[in-house]
């Protein structure tokens, strides 16, 4: 994009305000209140159907109740400009004021952009990892990594701590990391990378193109990352063994990125209000997530004949053995290791205080709902 064009873009929405600004002052003055809105136009990474497209569309809600309606965001699905993985590059060049995305997605542009959710799992959560991403140096990090290191023209934050992803979706049972061995397999970013080394072999594939790669034989296992995603796509008519908890993905949280010149064309109040509508989505994506997530596990497991499994611990620590090995090539680069430091530094002392604190939440659960459990 040239400096003239992204010149013309930065002013678009000043000129725009200003025009409705001029309009309104030929009028009397009540009429001022009625001018017309500034209108984002977002793009996400997911399908019109898929609830993530909703988590999107409920951040968007709440920065129109809270700037009075002066600011509307025109929240549109993947495909709709560009494709799922392109929208880094659709906000930097101006084609988009802003996406709701995951920054693995733009991983093939700089592997680092794994560590902001999809990196090694230290021992910390999705929590643990988005708290490090606003109080433990992750946002300073992630700016170095997208403004200095790459040259962009954007500003993202990170909302909604996802729960850990599923392993995912098998025709057979897969028990030990032998059980793996030749599977095709769909993930994204470092995991990628991760379970290449356990003997998989991986395509990297938009969640809307999952189950129809399943039905021509492309893969013949997958995950994406969560039981209503997984439903919506029809994953349950592929497959029928569905596989919970994995460390290839534990610690994501949704990116709001957007173009530093829409950003700066925008009053201080408004940007202030996209700024920390982020955290106000994501304690509402967090309550729905619940509420849909286990509603939709029970219908796969109750009404779609799907075995619901807890990945099994052998798996699981072929996984961490697996990252131990990937690790030391991720730290050759100077960035990702300066990420992977301090990361590492977060969870050692935040996860003590969290594992330490936390009651047996299991032991409570098995006293008032025993049998409950399929461990």
């Not at 701590?161 to 793996?180: C, H, I, R, S, Y």
């Amino acid at each position: 994009m040239t400096d003239k064009a992204k010149i013309n873009r930065r002013s678009f929405l000043r000129r725009s305000a200003l025009a409705g600004g001029a309009a309104a002052g030929t009028l009397a003055a009540p009429a001022v209140l009625a001018q017309s809105p500034i209108v984002l136009k977002m793009q996400t990474s997911w399908g019109a159907g898929n609830i993530w497209q909703e988590f999107a569309q409920d951040y968007a809600d709440r920065v129109e109740e809270m700037s009075g309606g002066r600011l509307k965001i025109d929240v549109l699905p993947a495909g709709a400009v560009v494709g799922a993985f392109q929208v880094l590059d659709a906000v930097n060049d101006g084609v988009l004021d802003a996406a709701h995305s995951v920054p693995v997605y733009w991983y093939g542009k700089n592997k680092a952009a794994s560590l902001f959710g999809t990196g090694p799992v230290f021992g910390g959560s999705a929590t643990t990892m988005l708290s490090w991403f606003y109080e433990g140096g992750g946002k300073a990090l992630y700016d170095e990594l997208t403004q200095d290191i790459m040259g962009l023209d954007v500003d993202g934050y990170m909302g909604f701590p996802m729960f850990a992803q599923p392993f995912g979706w098998f025709k057979e049972e897969v028990n030990t990391p032998e059980d793996l061995q030749g599977f095709k397999y769909r993930t994204v970013g470092l995991a990628a990378d991760l379970l290449q080394s356990m003997g998989m072999s991986v395509a990297q594939l938009p969640g809307g193109e999952i189950v129809p790669a399943m039905e021509r034989g492309v893969i013949d296992a997958f995950e994406f990352n969560n039981p209503s995603s997984d439903k919506d796509f029809g994953a349950h008519d592929v497959a029928k063994n569905y596989y919970l908890s994995s460390y290839h993905q534990a610690s994501e949280s949704f990116e709001f990125l957007f173009s530093k010149f829409t950003m700066e064309d925008l009053d201080p109040d408004l940007r202030a209000i996209l700024k920390y509508g982020v955290e106000a989505a994501s304690t509402a994506n967090t309550a729905k997530a619940m509420r849909r997530y286990s509603a939709d596990l029970k219908w796969l497991k109750e009404e779609a004949g799907v075995t619901v499994h807890r990945t099994s611990e052998e798996i699981l620590a072929a996984q961490l053995e697996a990252w131990d090995e990937l690790i030391p090539e991720l730290e050759a680069d100077p960035f990702m290791k300066k990420c992977l430091d301090s990361q590492r530094e977060w969870v050692e002392q935040v996860t003590y205080y969290e594992i330490m604190n936390a009651p047996d939440y299991t032991l409570a659960y098995e006293h008032y709902f025993p049998g409950r459990l399929d461990l």
